[in-house]
């Protein structure tokens, strides 16, 4: 409704119609000011204004990625220089190759030499007592020359000599006798 007409609408109006006419216009805009709050000279009201729109098919964010796991540390080897796994001292022992003299054991198939004394510990055998029969046969402290003696037992032999690979896979030591007589011996406690 433009000004003019508002006017005249009010002219025709008598007094106390038009006190009350402007009352119900006046209290219209105030509630509608008070509701949606002023607006700054020259802005428009519009619908959704300041509002960001949604775009469709769009995903909200996702959280940032949490961190990797670290890996799980490696299994125990008989190289990583700490006494783990089936090892009866640091990387030898057990599931690992035998440990030289010295070094702790648990039974003889722990020990180079054969031997696990009572301290529990990788020595030389010094006689027959030290290399009792182990389940594949008869033991015997033999002299294996610089490597010093070992709990051995006899796997094979004949004659020949120790040159000719007449010894099996395994062997710990090939010794000659006299005769060209031969044998082969696997260390106690080695199947």
């Known amino acids: 409704m433009d000004v003019d007409r508002f006017e005249t609408l009010l002219r ?3 007094a106390p119609s038009r006190r009350r ?17 002023p607006l700054p000279i ?3 009201k519009g619908k959704g204004k300041g509002r960001k729109k949604k775009r469709r098919g769009q995903s909200p964010p996702l959280p940032p990625p949490s961190p990797p796991s670290p890996p799980p540390p490696p299994g125990p080897t008989c190289t990583d220089t700490v006494k783990n796994g089936s090892e009866s001292d640091i990387d030898c022992g ?17 020990c180079a030499s054969a031997f696990c004394n009572a301290s529990a510990t990788c020595i030389f055998c010094s006689g027959a007592a030290d290399c009792p029969a182990d389940a594949s046969g008869g ?32 062997t710990a030591h090939c010794e000659l006798g006299g005769g060209g007589f031969y044998a082969c011996y696997k260390l106690c406690g080695q199947a």
Do not use: Q
Request: with cysteine; net charge positive.
């Open 12 to 14: 025709s109006l008598a």
């Open 21 to 37: 006419a402007l009352g119900i216009v006046g209290g219209s805009l105030l509630g509608s000011l008070l509701t949606s709050g």
């Open 42 to 44: 020259g802005a428009k």
């Open 94 to 110: 057990g599931t690992c190759p035998r440990c030289i003299n010295g070094k702790a054991c648990n039974s003889r198939s722990d």
């Open 139 to 170: 033991c015997s402290c033999v002299s294996v020359g610089a490597e010093g003696t070992k709990c051995m037992r006899i796997v094979s032999g004949g004659f020949g000599d120790c040159s000719t690979n007449a010894c099996p896979a395994g």
